[in-house]
C-alpha cells in the first residue's frame, strides 16, 4: 500500500524496507527534471534529513529521508535519466531505507488524504 | 505592503493555453505552459515561440524642435552608445549608465525617422522614463495602449509573412511600421534568444487577435519566461539584475562592444554620459573582471550566487554566478559569471556546491551559434 509525506514523497513498503520516490504532483512542481544526487549506500539518516538533491530546469530542491534508517539501495539509473521523473514518477525510485522502527509507515498520509492536500 | 500585479493584455489567452502565472517585475506573467520549460526551449529553437514581453516598457522620445539630431545627441547624454548617426529604421542596443560607471537599465532604441523608440526591462522601467524625463529638449512619451510579443525561431519569419508579407524582408534589428489588416505594427528584426525572429508592437485592443493569429499557424507555441530565459543563457545574452546592475560596468558586463568608437577616447563625441570617466578609462585598459561562460563538467546546474574558486580547495572566490542554469539545446548545465579576462577559454576554475568544488570550464560566449538575418 502507498503511503504519502508532506513533501510530496511516496512510500512503498516492500519487506522490512521502504521505497521512496516523489509524487507526479510534484514533479510537475518542479518541471524537468535534470540532475539528480542521490545518498551513498549504507548511509545512516534520521528523519528528515536532506538526502537527495533534485535540479530542475528551474531549482534545485531537496528530498528528505521520511524516517530513519539505513539507506539499502539507491536507484542509479536517475544519474543518467532524470527526466524518468518526469515521465514515470511512481516508476523513478530514489531510495531504498531500512527503518530504525517498525511500524513507522502508519503515521503517513494514504491516497485520499494525500489526494486532499494537493486539492 | 503588496502591490497589485499588472496584467498583459493578453492575460486571457495564457489561461486559455494552461500557463501557470508568477509574478514578475510587478507583473502577472507566464512561466510556463503546458508542454514545461525544456520542451517550449526546444520548441522555439527548431520552429517559432511566441512570448508576451508586454511587460516591457515602450517609451517614445520626440525632439521638441523637430529636429531629429536634438533626441539623438539629448538620448547620447544618458547612453553611451551612438544614437546619432543611426540609420532611419534601424535599432541598436545600448546601456543607461549612472556617474559611477554602472549600468541602470539595458535597452534597445530605434530610429523612426523623426523620433525614437525605447523599449526597456519591465522592472527598470519607471525608472528609466524618470531619468528620460531629465533630458532637456526632448518629449518622453510612455506608449501606454500597446502590447509587444516576441515571434523567435527558424520558422518564424515564414509565418510573420503569412499575416505581413512585407515583413519578410527586413534585416536583423531593422525596425519599420507596417499595417496588418488596418493596424499598424511596430516590428523590428530582433530578439532575445538568439534565434532569428520579431519583436512586435501591437495596439491593445488587437493585441489578442494577433496573438491569435500568429498561434494558429502550427509553428507557434507560446512560450514563458521559463524558456525565454534558459534561451538568452544559451545565446550569451545578459540580463539586468542578475549580469549587471548599477555597480557593474559595461566592461565588466561583457558589453563594450555596446560603445561605438564615435564616443570613445578620441572618438567624434567622445563621452558625455554618466559615468564616462570609469567608463572610457576602463575601455582603454581593459577591466579586471568581465563577463565569462561556464560549463560545469558533471550534470549539476550552478546557479546565481554559487562562488567561484581557483582551485580545488583554499584560496580566494574569484567570482560569482551571475546567471545560470541547464542549457536544453546544449545539453547540459551552463552559467555565466565575471572572472579575469586573463583566464583562458579552457581552463578549469571550480564552482563550489552544497560545500563541494565542483570543476567548471571557462568558455567564450554564446554557448549556440546565433542565427540572426543580416
Redesign the interface.
Known amino acids: 500500500m502507498l503511503k504519502y509525506t508532506e513533501d510530496h514523497e511516496w512510500l512503498r513498503a516492500e519487506g522490512d524496507e521502504i521505497i521512496v520516490g516523489i509524487t507526479r504532483h510534484a514533479s510537475e512542481q518542479l518541471?524537468?527534471v535534470?540532475?539528480i544526487?542521490l545518498p551513498e549506500e549504507g548511509r545512516e539518516v534520521e528523519a528528515g534529513e536532506e538526502i537527495v538533491?533534485i535540479?530542475s530546469?528551474?531549482?534545485?530542491s531537496d528530498i528528505t529521508a521520511p524516517v530513519a534508517g539505513v539507506i539499502t539501495a539507491v536507484n542509479g539509473d536517475l544519474?543518467d535519466n532524470?527526466g524518468n521523473v518526469?515521465e514515470d514518477p511512481m516508476a523513478a525510485w530514489f531510495f531504498r531505507i531500512k527503518p530504525a522502527e517498525d511500524g513507522v509507515l502508519d503515521g503517513f498520509m494514504d491516497e485520499a488524504a494525500y489526494n486532499d492536500l494537493i486539492g | 505592503m503588496t502591490e497589485e500585479l499588472r496584467r498583459t493584455g493578453l492575460y486571457g489567452l495564457h489561461l486559455e493555453h494552461g500557463a501557470r502565472m508568477v509574478p514578475f517585475a510587478g507583473w502577472e506573467m507566464p512561466?510556463?505552459f503546458k508542454t514545461?520549460?525544456?520542451?517550449e526551449?526546444l520548441h522555439t529553437r527548431a520552429h517559432a515561440g511566441l512570448f508576451d514581453v508586454s511587460h516591457m516598457g515602450q517609451v517614445l522620445v520626440h525632439p521638441r524642435d523637430g529636429k531629429p539630431e536634438t533626441a539623438a545627441l539629448a538620448l547620447e547624454r544618458l547612453i553611451p552608445a551612438a544614437v546619432l548617426g543611426l540609420p532611419e529604421g534601424r535599432q541598436r542596443y545600448g546601456l543607461f549608465t549612472n556617474d559611477q560607471g554602472g549600468i541602470l537599465d539595458d535597452l534597445m532604441f530605434a530610429n523612426r525617422g523623426d523620433h525614437y523608440l525605447l523599449v526597456v526591462n519591465a522592472a527598470c522601467a519607471e525608472q528609466d522614463i524618470a531619468h528620460l524625463q531629465t533630458l532637456e529638449d526632448v518629449d518622453i512619451r510612455p506608449v501606454t495602449d500597446r502590447g509587444l510579443i516576441a515571434l523567435q525561431g527558424p520558422e518564424a519569419a515564414d509565418v510573420l509573412a503569412r499575416l505581413v508579407p512585407a515583413a519578410a524582408g527586413m534585416r536583423f534589428m531593422d525596425s519599420r511600421a507596417f499595417d496588418w489588416q488596418g493596424t499598424e505594427l511596430w516590428i523590428s528584426r530582433s530578439g532575445y534568444t538568439g534565434e532569428d525572429g520579431f519583436e512586435i508592437s501591437v495596439p491593445d485592443d488587437r493585441l489578442t487577435e494577433f496573438a491569435r493569429a500568429l498561434l494558429a499557424h502550427p509553428e507557434v507555441a507560446p512560450i514563458g519566461l521559463?524558456a525565454r530565459d534558459?534561451l538568452r543563457l544559451e545565446a550569451g545574452m545578459p540580463l539586468y539584475g542578475h549580469d549587471m546592475d548599477e555597480t557593474v560596468t559595461p566592461s565588466e558586463a561583457g558589453l563594450a562592444w555596446s560603445i561605438q568608437k564615435t564616443r570613445r577616447g578620441g572618438g567624434e563625441r567622445e563621452g558625455g554620459f554618466p559615468g564616462a570617466a570609469r567608463i572610457l578609462a576602463e575601455l582603454e585598459s581593459g577591466p579586471a573582471r568581465t563577463r565569462r561562460g561556464l560549463r560545469p563538467e558533471?550534470?549539476?546546474?550552478i546557479?546565481e550566487g554559487v562562488d567561484i574558486f581557483a582551485g580545488e580547495s583554499g584560496g580566494d572566490v574569484i567570482g560569482t554566478v551571475s546567471s545560470g542554469?541547464?542549457g536544453?539545446s546544449v545539453g547540459g548545465?551552463i552559467a555565466m559569471a565575471r572572472l579575469d579576462p586573463d583566464i583562458p577559454d579552457g581552463a578549469t576554475v571550480y564552482a563550489e556546491l552544497?560545500g563541494k568544488r565542483m570543476a567548471v570550464a571557462v568558455t567564450a560566449l554564446p554557448f549556440v551559434t546565433p542565427s540572426y538575418k543580416r
Open positions: 518541471g524537468d535534470v540532475f544526487e538533491v535540479e530546469v528551474k531549482a534545485a544519474a532524470p518526469n | 512561466v510556463q514545461g520549460v525544456m520542451a526551449h521559463g534558459s558533471s550534470r549539476a546546474p546557479r542554469g541547464f536544453p548545465p552544497r
